[in-house]
């Protein structure tokens, strides 16, 4: 059979090495947005010329083509599954199917009139061991209980990405496990970090839990019966799991550990589908189970907005009466909202911490325990009468001990953005003006004035003098101290901190090609070999011909002209 793939991201580079490796599939074409990873992809299959390299997936929607392999955001994939059924081609996709039952009912109805094969990569349910316990239970008495943890290292921004990428794995194992019994979604208990979905079918009840909170991954399953029960752990380098008998007093005991073999779950997923093209059958985690999982996760979720509407406030918790409270709002032990504070929406604030006047949060924003958020600047004398202030941005993550101090100006404002993530113990000066989506790491030090710009990544402890500027998509090495203006794009380290690199990894993470990452790299050599920082008249003319059509270029020498405290220097 020949094969299609869009999306070479994360687990697209697994799919096409699976589909090389089978005899009986042919990769023919690859296709991805992302310039760079179409280079990995061409590096891997430069050999093999019948393999089509493209950015437009409606290139692999011809005759020459069997079925389609989707592994990419749900930003955009019901699009390309419909594109995909109505060009004919039979459907594997990374879950989830959809992200509505709207439009995963859609899409069963265009295969099922077209007589093509939907099979969604719920990789679980083909993992040689789910297999295996499979058919165990058909020796065993009824399932009573099923309990699953999926804990894995933190990379979630909203608690319902959890539900959709991790929750979704162990709900199709159960479904599969239940032959695709009805299950009904009890409650939901959820915070930040963490989420248990509580289930029911007739006498079985199930409990799901994921999380992002772990130092390490938890991957495993316990299954119960009525004379037995089963314990999984899915990263067991045994590849085994285990079966306890129960005594009368329903105590485990006489555990046997059972090893389970076979291809690998990706591979089986594959294998599974091409049969059932073959042969004309419905997949085992067709549209059918997907539209299943998706209506429990429609009902979870919709349990999860319902809960968020409703404002939990810790009793201890002090709220001044002319504070403003928006709605989801969550408020811990001991925390004080002073006057004139103005709080958004969804918006968490833990224990111990006190929120200044005259400070406000954006919506969604997290804040942890035993800050101080909006503090007095810290300046001997400093008249505290002096009115102003803080704006926090949206959805920004603000850890356990932080101090952000108000502005010392009257009318003032120290200003946060959007999106970013500020460390453990962190300070931040007043008058700083911090942009959207940076990383402060723990114990990092922002003196007044300040200016961080977008993407900026500052390292454990560093340290910035007043008034300094980092540029947008600057590295701060830990323990750095920055006494002089960063520009754009470059990676400092050191005391004091001088320019050692262009911040490739962070480039790379924001989309950057190889070209501008190479065009930053010759500019920062031939900045290197000239009069910078100071850039005198016939370096300035120089550079200015040799990259006048980089538009970088132009950032940088905007960034320099507009220095007042003189950039880093260069140490390369």
Not at 471 to 478: F, L, Q, R, S, T
Not at 484 to 503: C, E, H, Q, S, T
């Amino acid at each position: 059979m020949r094969l299609g793939l869009i999306g070479f991201g994360k687990w697209g580079p697994n799919i096409a090495k699976e589909i090389a490796l089978n005899k009986n599939m042919r990769l023919c074409a690859i296709c991805d947005t992302n310039e760079q990873r179409l280079r990995a992809a061409e590096d891997i299959f430069a050999k093999n010329k019948d393999v089509f390299i493209t950015t437009n997936y409606h290139l692999l929607l011809s005759d020459k083509i069997d079925a389609i392999a989707v592994a990419v955001g749900v930003g955009n994939s019901f699009e390309i599954a419909k594109d995909i059924l109505l060009a004919n081609k039979h459907l594997f996709i990374e879950k989830p199917f959809a992200m509505t039952c709207e439009h995963a009912m859609d899409l069963q109805s265009i295969a099922i009139q077209r007589g093509l094969t939907i099979h969604v990569d719920h990789i679980m349910v083909f993992h040689p061991a789910i297999k295996k316990i499979k058919s165990n239970m058909v020796k065993s008495s009824p399932m009573i209980n099923f309990e699953s943890t999926r804990n894995t290292i933190g990379q979630y921004s909203v608690p319902a990405e959890m539900l959709w990428d991790l929750a979704v794995h162990d709900l199709a194992v159960l479904d599969y496990l239940l032959d695709g019994q009805e299950l009904d979604v009890l409650k939901i208990d959820y915070h930040s970090n963490e989420m248990t979905l509580t289930l029911s079918c007739n006498t079985v009840l199930g409990r799901i839990r994921v999380g992002q909170n772990a130092t390490e991954k938890e991957r495993h399953t316990k299954i119960s019966f009525a004379d037995k029960e089963i314990y999984f752990d899915e990263l067991d380098d045994r590849k085994a799991f285990t079966i306890y008998d129960k005594d009368k007093n329903e105590n485990l005991c006489k555990p046997i550990d059972q090893i389970y073999d076979g291809p690998d779950a990706l591979t089986s997923s594959l294998t599974h589908f091409i049969d059932c093209v073959h042969c004309r059958r419905k997949s085992i985690s067709g549209a059918e189970q997907a539209i299943r999982c998706l209506k429990v996760m429609e009902k979870a979720e919709k349990m999860m907005k319902t809960e968020r509407l409703k404002r939990v406030i810790h009793e201890s918790a002090y709220i001044d009466k002319k504070a403003i409270i928006g709605e989801r709002v969550s408020i811990g032990e001991f925390s004080i909202i002073s006057d004139g504070v103005r709080i958004g929406d969804g918006v968490t604030i833990s224990s111990h911490t006190k929120i200044h006047p005259s400070t406000t949060i954006g919506n969604g924003t997290f804040i942890g325990s035993f800050c101080s958020i909006g503090a007095l600047p810290n300046l001997k004398g400093f008249d505290t009468s002096i009115e102003s202030g803080l704006i926090i941005g949206s959805n920004n993550t603000i850890n356990d001990h932080t101090v952000i101090a108000r502005s010392k100006d009257p009318g003032g404002k120290t200003i946060i953005g959007d999106c970013n993530h500020i460390g453990h113990g962190a300070y931040i000066g007043h008058d700083v003006i911090i942009g959207n989506s940076t990383t402060l790491s723990a114990h990092v030090r922002i003196s007044g004035y300040t200016r961080v710009d977008d993407f900026a990544h500052i390292g454990m402890s560093a340290f910035t003098h007043q008034f300094t500027n980092v540029g947008k998509y600057v590295m701060i090495g830990a323990l750095a101290k920055v006494v002089r203006d960063i520009p754009p794009y470059f990676l400092v380290d050191g005391n004091p901190a001088l320019i050692k690199k262009i911040n490739k990894v962070g480039l790379e993470r924001q989309g950057f090609t190889v070209e501008q990452i190479y065009q930053l790299e010759c500019i920062l050599k031939a900045f290197a070999s000239s009069s910078y920082p100071s850039l005198n008249t016939q370096d300035r003319a120089k550079l200015i011909k040799q990259f006048q059509a980089c538009e970088m270029f132009s950032k940088l020498i905007q960034f320099i002209n507009d220095s007042k405290r003189g950039c880093t220097r260069i140490d390369v």
